[in-house]
C-alpha cells in the first residue's frame, strides 16, 4: 500500500542554520510532492511542490529536493529563523488511485524547533 | 485575493447530533478536498469534489458526506457524531488536479 514518512519526529536547529527534513515515500507512481508548514492553530500552508520529472526546485530559502531512485524527499531551508518554527509535512498525489484527483498522502509530519 | 475560507472555526457538538461544515475556496478554484487532522492519525483524505462532482472518497464511514455548489463552495457533514470525530477538518482548494492545493484554517470540531 502507499505511505508517506518521516525519518524523524523532531528536529531542533540554531537559528541561522541550514536545516534538512527528509521523507520517504512507498509509492513509486507518485508523480507530485508537495511540502507544507502548519503552525500552531493553522492550517497547513504551502511551501513548495516538485513534479516527478524533475529532481530539484528552489524557492526563497527552500529547496526541494527529489530522489526517485530511493524514494525520498527533502525539504532544505536556508538560514533558518525563529519563524520557521512549525510542524512541516510531506506530501505525495498517486494519479494511479482509483478515481484520484486532488487526493494527497500526507506523512506524520516533523517538528521543526529553532533555537534562538 | 482571498484564501480558503472555513466556518465556523470552532465547534462544540454531543455525540449523535450532527454537524455542517463550510469551506469557501479560492476564487477561480473549482477542486475542493477535505481531511480530517488528528494527533493520532495525522491528516487523512475524506472527499475531493471537483465541478461539483465527488471525485476520490476515502475510508470514512457514511456518517461523513459532502457536497459541492455551483459557485464551487463545499459543505461536509458529520452525522451521529462520536467522541472520536474530534478532530481538526481542514478544506483546500486548488484549481484543477495536480495544482498546488490551499488550505483554509479548518474547523476545529470537539464531540462531548
Known amino acids: 500500500g502507499e505511505s508517506v514518512g518521516l525519518h524523524l519526529p523532531t528536529l531542533s536547529v540554531q537559528e541561522g542554520d541550514n536545516s534538512i527534513i527528509n521523507c520517504a515515500y512507498s509509492?513509486?507512481?507518485?508523480?507530485?510532492f508537495i511540502w507544507y508548514k502548519q503552525e500552531s492553530g493553522k492550517g497547513p500552508q504551502f511551501i513548495i511542490d516538485i513534479r516527478s520529472n524533475m529532481d530539484k526546485r528552489q524557492g526563497q530559502r527552500v529547496t526541494v529536493l527529489l530522489n526517485k531512485t530511493v524514494k525520498h524527499l527533502s525539504l532544505q531551508i536556508a538560514a533558518t529563523q525563529p519563524g520557521d518554527s512549525a510542524v512541516y509535512f510531506c506530501a505525495e498525489r498517486n494519479p494511479r488511485n482509483t478515481g484520484a484527483n486532488s487526493k494527497l498522502t500526507f506523512g506524520k509530519g516533523i517538528t521543526l524547533s529553532v533555537r534562538p | 485575493k482571498a484564501g480558503v475560507t472555513q466556518t465556523p472555526r470552532y465547534l462544540i457538538k454531543t455525540r449523535g447530533q450532527q454537524v455542517t461544515l463550510s469551506c469557501s475556496p479560492i476564487?477561480?478554484?473549482?477542486?475542493v478536498s477535505w481531511y480530517q487532522q488528528t494527533p493520532g492519525q495525522g491528516l487523512q483524505f475524506l472527499f475531493e469534489y471537483f465541478s461539483e462532482t465527488q471525485r476520490n472518497k476515502g475510508n470514512f464511514p457514511g456518517r461523513f458526506s459532502g457536497r459541492q455548489f455551483s459557485n464551487s463552495r463545499s459543505e461536509m457533514n458529520v452525522s451521529t457524531l462520536e467522541l472520536g470525530d474530534s478532530a481538526l477538518y481542514l478544506c483546500?482548494?486548488?484549481?484543477?488536479?495536480?495544482?498546488?492545493?490551499?488550505f483554509g484554517q479548518g474547523t476545529r470540531l470537539t464531540v462531548v
Open positions: 483546500a482548494s486548488s484549481l484543477a488536479w495536480s495544482t498546488e492545493a490551499f
Open positions: 509509492n513509486s507512481a507518485s508523480d507530485y
Open positions: 476564487s477561480g478554484h473549482r477542486s
